[in-house]
């Protein structure tokens, strides 16, 4: 038996209890989490200073490096989303239809845990905590693969987190971290069944389409981010400006950041010379189609047919010129990957157009792709961007990592 072998049978043991552990338990230990990570963040931001100096020296994108850097602000901000999950209602047990049939069965259909949720991330302390959190709270054991760059982090804080559950009498193995980031435990984890029983990547393209193309466990898509803003003749451009430069340049490493901005052809120039400053402010680069091209001279690049599909994770913005949102539309739907698009306009039918033909997890009427969030949604936090439409779709909370149980009362009943 294999190390990652024997840390599924842990698991899935973790799991079996977990399942049929109350509300209040569980709440006592995110609080204990809480509490833990509070008290003792200094350990965690130690170890991960060593991992950020690590991956300085290494050469890592600065937007990159923000996503690996901890803060005291921003650990207060997770322990803040271990407290809203705890705020939330239990999903477990819940009975969302219940029918009595004409021979008297009562058939009910309630919310049970998945049971063992492997996730595979990179550089994101923070999905730790996150995973965790809503893991426990819908009653589902997990098992954590974080890349090499947050390891040392990864292994403070699942360290801590452990040591809370012990605390409350929970199993520490309801939460678990791989220990070894190389491809093999990657793959190993993509092929750990009998003991994994759903996967979720959450990373770069690359990473979610190895796992999708490759595991044979369960796997749900998540975090794809080729998101669009479509600026339309009626919009107003000055709100525009501000939630472009808002969807871009708030935190461009993140997956529901903006990545190609499409603007409708009668407002091109008026648009640009109020966004253009805004990302000027940014350094933010622009890779554009000729007509934009004419209009930014040398403020701007030509695009490649690479950037129209690009999720660049940077401070980098494709711009192109559609003639209306038809054409927006068409485009949307043949180069974005169904996580977040945005409509900028005041004409309410064209709006609803957007709404209705645009495929996406999420679409925006005047507002940033940048909401897209479990906890700007009210599910406290998230596992994950869905942007598949089989089980989940859209920020996953507890809810949807759960799946369903029939339970049917008798009096004696044959068929």
């Not at 705020?87 to 219940?98: N, R, S, V």
Request: with cysteine.
């Amino acid at each position: 038996m294999t190390t990652l072998q024997t840390q599924g049978g842990l698991a899935k043991a973790a799991a079996y209890t977990l399942s049929t552990t109350g509300t209040a338990k569980k709440n006592q230990a995110l609080e204990a989490i809480a509490q833990i990570l509070t008290e003792r963040q200094a350990e965690w931001l130690s170890a991960n200073a060593e991992d950020v100096a690590a991956a300085r020296e290494a050469g890592m994108r600065s937007a990159m490096l923000d996503r690996l850097t901890l803060t005291p602000s921003r650990i207060a901000g997770i322990v803040d989303g271990v407290r809203q999950v705890i705020a939330l209602p239990d999903p477990i047990g819940t009975a969302d239809k219940t029918e009595t049939r004409p021979n008297g069965l009562i058939i009910s259909r309630r919310r049970v845990p998945l049971g063992v949720i492997a996730i595979i991330f990179e550089a994101r302390p923070n999905v730790t905590v996150d995973a965790a959190a809503l893991c426990l709270k819908s009653g589902n054991a997990c098992i954590l693969r974080g890349g090499k760059e947050a390891i040392r982090s990864n292994r403070c804080v699942t360290a801590l987190m452990r040591e809370a559950l012990a605390s409350v009498g929970l199993p520490e193995d309801c939460i678990s971290l791989v220990q070894d980031t190389s491809r093999e435990t990657a793959r190993e984890l993509m092929h750990l069944d009998g003991y994994v029983d759903v996967l979720i990547p959450r990373g770069g393209a690359e990473l979610i389409r190895t796992v999708a193309k490759e595991a044979s466990v369960p796997v749900i898509r998540t975090g794809e981010g080729v998101c669009h803003i479509y600026i339309d003749d009626e919009a107003d451009l000055d709100m525009g400006a501000d939630i472009l430069c808002n969807a871009k340049c708030s935190r461009p490493s993140v997956c529901n950041a903006v990545e190609c901005v499409l603007i409708q052809e009668n407002v091109l120039e008026p648009f640009l010379a109020r966004a253009v400053p805004l990302l000027d402010s940014y350094k933010v680069e622009l890779r554009c189609d000729e007509k934009s091209l004419n209009i930014l001279g040398r403020r701007g690049v030509l695009a490649q047919d690479s950037d129209w599909d690009a999720e660049y994770d940077d401070y980098i913005l494709a711009v192109r010129t559609v003639k209306d949102m038809e054409e927006a539309v068409a485009f949307i739907n043949a180069h974005g990957t169904q996580h977040s698009e945005s409509i900028i306009t005041r004409n309410y039918f064209k709006a609803q157009r957007f709404l209705d033909t645009v495929d996406a997890a999420a679409v925006y009427v005047n507002a940033s792709t940048r909401f897209t969030d479990g906890g700007e949604f009210g599910l406290g936090a998230e596992i994950g961007i869905s942007t598949q439409k089989m089980h989940a779709r859209g920020p996953m909370g507890l809810e949807e990592l759960t799946s369903c149980k029939y339970v049917v009362y008798g009096n004696g009943q044959i068929r």
